[in-house]
C-alpha cells in the first residue's frame, strides 16, 4: 500500500551546507498493517512522515501509495501531527466537520458524520467545546477525529500521545487500537516509547542516528486483539521491548 523507495532527504541550511536528514530509507507498508518508526531525536522520522504525506518533497527515491506516486498531500492519507493545531476559533464539532465541509458535503451530513466520530472517540457532550476549554487528551482525541472524518485510508501519526499523562495516553493507545481493528486502516505511527511501539504494532523500524537510516526492522508476532494488563505480563512482550531497547543502544555500523 505504501511503497517507500530508496528515500533521501538533505535540507540546506542556513549556512549553505546542505544537511542529510534521512539516507536510502526503502520500506513496504502493506494495507491494514500498522508499523512504528523508533529512533533518537533528530534522526528524520518527522521527516519521513511529512514526506509520505506529500508536504516535504524527497531529495531522492521516491513514495507510491496504491501504485501512485506521492506528488503532494491527499485525501487518503491522513495525518495527526502535534503542531496540527486545532481551529480555536471553532467547536469541537465545527473543528470535526471542517474538513468534510470544505470538500463540499452537506452540513446535516457532515454534522451527522463527525457526530459519530465524536462519539468514537469518547467526547459526547463535548461537541459545542472550544479547544480551550479542553484538557490535552481531548484535544488530541478532537484531531483523530478530524483526520477520520474525512475517510484517510492510511493514518500518519507523529508522536500523537508524546504530550499526554502515562494514563491518559494508555486510554488513548486502547481507542486507537479499537478503531484500528474495525476499519483496519494503514498506520505509519511515530512514537519515542519502545512500550507504546511494541503494544500497537504489527512491525516496528527502528532509525539509525541522524541521518537516519534502516538500523533493523522487528515483526511484533503478538496475538490480537491486545490488551495491555494481559501484555504487561507476557514474556515475549517483556522480550520484544528489551531486545528493541537494546537495539537501539547499540552501537551502529558504519554504512
Ligand atoms: N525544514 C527543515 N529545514 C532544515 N532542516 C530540517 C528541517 N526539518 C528538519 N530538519 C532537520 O532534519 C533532521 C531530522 O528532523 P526530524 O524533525 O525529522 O527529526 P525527528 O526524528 O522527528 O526528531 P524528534 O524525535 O526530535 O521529533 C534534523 O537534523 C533537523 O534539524
Ligand atoms: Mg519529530
Same mark, same amino acid.
Given at each position: 500500500?505504501?511503497?517507500?523507495?530508496?528515500?533521501?532527504?538533505?535540507?540546506? %541550511?542556513?549556512?549553505?551546507?546542505?544537511?542529510?536528514?534521512?539516507?536510502?530509507?526503502?520500506?513496504?507498508?502493506?494495507?491494514?498493517?500498522?508499523?512504528?518508526?523508533?529512533?533518537?531525536?533528530?534522526?528524520?522520522?518527522? %521527516?519521513?512522515l511529512?514526506?509520505?504525506?506529500?508536504?516535504?518533497?524527497? %531529495?531522492?527515491?521516491t513514495?507510491?501509495?496504491?501504485?501512485? +506516486?506521492?506528488?503532494? +498531500?491527499? *485525501?487518503?492519507?491522513? *495525518?495527526?501531527?502535534?503542531?496540527?493545531?486545532?481551529?480555536?476559533?471553532?467547536?469541537?464539532l $465545527?473543528?470535526?466537520?471542517?474538513?468534510l465541509?470544505?470538500?463540499g458535503?452537506a452540513?446535516?451530513?457532515?454534522?451527522?458524520?463527525? =457526530?459519530a466520530?465524536?462519539? &468514537?472517540?469518547?467526547?459526547?457532550?463535548?461537541?459545542?467545546?472550544?479547544?480551550?476549554?479542553?484538557?490535552?487528551?481531548?484535544?488530541?482525541?478532537?484531531?483523530?477525529?478530524?483526520?477520520?472524518?474525512?475517510?484517510?485510508?492510511? /493514518?500518519?501519526?507523529?508522536?500523537?500521545?508524546?504530550?499526554l499523562?502515562?494514563? %491518559?495516553?494508555?486510554?488513548?493507545?486502547?481507542? &486507537?487500537?479499537?478503531?484500528?481493528? =474495525?476499519?483496519?486502516?494503514?498506520? /505509519?505511527?511515530?512514537?519515542?516509547?519502545?512500550?507504546?511501539?511494541?503494544?500497537?504494532?504489527?512491525?516496528?523500524?527502528?532509525?539509525?542516528?541522524?541521518?537516519?537510516?534502516?538500523?533493523?526492522?522487528?515483526?511484533? $508476532? /503478538?496475538? =490480537?486483539?491486545?490488551?495491555?494488563?494481559?501484555?504487561?505480563?507476557?514474556?515475549?512482550?517483556?522480550?520484544?521491548?528489551?531486545?528493541?531497547?537494546?537495539?537501539?543502544?547499540?552501537?551502529?555500523?558504519? +554504512?
Amino acid at each position: 500500500m505504501i511503497a517507500i523507495e530508496g528515500l533521501s532527504k538533505s535540507f540546506e %541550511t542556513a549556512r549553505r551546507s546542505s544537511h542529510t536528514a534521512l539516507a536510502d530509507i526503502s520500506l513496504n507498508v502493506a494495507a491494514g498493517e500498522f508499523v512504528s518508526i523508533l529512533g533518537p531525536s533528530g534522526c528524520g522520522k518527522s %521527516t519521513l512522515l511529512y514526506i509520505v504525506g506529500g508536504f516535504v518533497p524527497p %531529495t531522492e527515491g521516491t513514495v507510491a501509495v496504491n501504485g501512485k +506516486p506521492v506528488t503532494g +498531500p491527499g *485525501p487518503d492519507r491522513g *495525518p495527526v501531527f502535534q503542531e496540527f493545531a486545532l481551529f480555536p476559533w471553532k467547536t469541537v464539532l $465545527g473543528n470535526v466537520m471542517y474538513g468534510l465541509l470544505e470538500r463540499g458535503m452537506a452540513r446535516s451530513k457532515a454534522e451527522e458524520r463527525a =457526530r459519530a466520530l465524536i462519539g &468514537l472517540v469518547h467526547l459526547k457532550g463535548y461537541e459545542h467545546f472550544y479547544p480551550k476549554e479542553l484538557s490535552g487528551g481531548m484535544k488530541q482525541r478532537v484531531a483523530i477525529a478530524r483526520t477520520l472524518a474525512y475517510g484517510p485510508s492510511i /493514518l500518519l501519526m507523529d508522536e500523537p500521545f508524546g504530550a499526554l499523562d502515562a494514563h %491518559t495516553r494508555t486510554g488513548l493507545q486502547n481507542e &486507537l487500537l479499537d478503531i484500528w481493528e =474495525r476499519d483496519r486502516k494503514t498506520v /505509519l505511527f511515530v512514537t519515542h516509547s519502545v512500550e507504546e511501539a511494541v503494544f500497537l504494532s504489527d512491525r516496528v523500524v527502528v532509525l539509525t542516528r541522524s541521518p537516519g537510516r534502516i538500523k533493523q526492522t522487528v515483526a511484533i $508476532g /503478538l496475538s =490480537r486483539p491486545r490488551r495491555r494488563a494481559q501484555l504487561l505480563v507476557d514474556r515475549r512482550y517483556q522480550t520484544l521491548v528489551v531486545d528493541i531497547e537494546r537495539l537501539m543502544d547499540a552501537p551502529e555500523e558504519a +554504512p
